[in-house]
DNA sequence: CAGGTTGCGTCAGTGACTGACATCCTATAG
DNA sequence: CTATAGGATGTCAGTCACTGACGCAACCTG
């Protein structure tokens, strides 16, 4: 925030915390990494709100009730989230790890539908799809959230519905 | 493919083309670029690809369309790719470079279909997703080519299709 | 209290990447 | 044909992210 992440040495960063720059990599994979720690958090949080929907849903559906479920995690993360998004809206490098992030959740997702019993295809093109609902939905509650998470999860469900109804009906 | 990619200096890249460190940063912004030289010619043969799909047709056909008018590049380059994903599999560092320039297409096709005339936020969530189904597609005919790209495109889409009927079905 | 583990500091080293400057090559005006 | 401007390349020095090896101190654990 005070002078960019690419002006921030590791050496300041580490000083920063009182430690030295050594000690910072034996916390943290690369310069980047700090910033994106809650990654893990979201996980747990996904896999108990999974875990806890009945198994006969569908992949989707239950992708959407995992996805509320960590709504509260998120939504309580927003003061932090917002720093982090002004810096990373400016950096490119951050930029890649987080949908590096977001690429690592759909893998997890969709390991975590086939032990639902899913078919390992429709549990890879769910994640995939479920995830870019998710990321749109907090895109645009990150931008205004006024109408909540839960809202915009709800709405961009809605539309992929819409839109892919649409698309069957065209072919 | 001869010592890892972690393993080659750039510059052991750049003698191997007979230049020198400096000229390679000169043509490639960081180590990992040159491997990822192809998204620019993929965008500009999504881009006359989505041109050709006349206006009144629906975001997701219109950008399943234009993946269809890619295949032959795609197709064509399999024999590159198939060396290229053998190293990305087994480098995080190239992992996380390619799921980059896949959100940059995301945020190109939604561009794309913004200019269409495309409502904003349908455009970002058709991009999104309709990119997900491509890379899904490719992912499964990387896998295994026999059934063709084309056909794993209009597969990926057809689940998509079925995964949101009854998802819609459920609410 | 001996020994093992764990976390940290120190140091030296590698390698990616950059800025400044010199040089050479080429295209084009004259 | 030649002078010259522009662009591409080489050279050099420097910064900074990241790593391995070693030593030290705190803290369990039996």
Redesign the pocket.
């Known amino acids: 925030m005070e002078h960019g992440f690419?002006?921030?040495?590791?050496?300041?960063?580490?000083a920063r915390a009182?430690?030295?720059?050594?000690?910072?990599?034996?916390?943290?994979?690369?310069?980047?990494?700090v910033l994106f720690d809650g990654e893990k958090q979201l996980r747990e949080e996904l896999t108990k709100a999974l875990a806890s929907v009945p198994a006969h849903v569908e992949p989707l559906p239950a992708l959407r009730a995992a996805f509320h479920g960590a709504v509260p995690l998120i939504e309580g993360n927003r003061p932090v989230s917002e720093l982090r998004a002004r810096v990373i809206e400016v950096t490119p490098a951050l930029q890649e790890r987080e949908v590096a992030k977001v690429a690592a959740l759909v893998v997890f997702l969709t390991e975590a539908l086939k032990a639902r019993g899913v078919d390992a295809r429709i549990a890879q093109l769910c994640a995939q799809v479920g995830m870019g609902i998710c990321a749109v939905a907090t895109q645009r509650w990150m931008h205004d959230p006024s109408a909540g998470l839960d809202a915009e999860l709800e709405a961009a469900f809605r539309e992929l519905h819409e839109v892919s109804a649409e698309f069957g009906a065209k072919r």
Do not use: L, N, S
């Not at 690419?6 to 580490?14: E, H, K, L, N, S």
């Not at 910072?24 to 310069?31: I, L, Q, V």
């Open positions: 690419d002006q921030t040495t590791t050496d300041r960063i580490a009182g430690v030295t720059e050594r000690t910072y990599f034996r916390h943290f994979a690369d310069k980047r990494e």
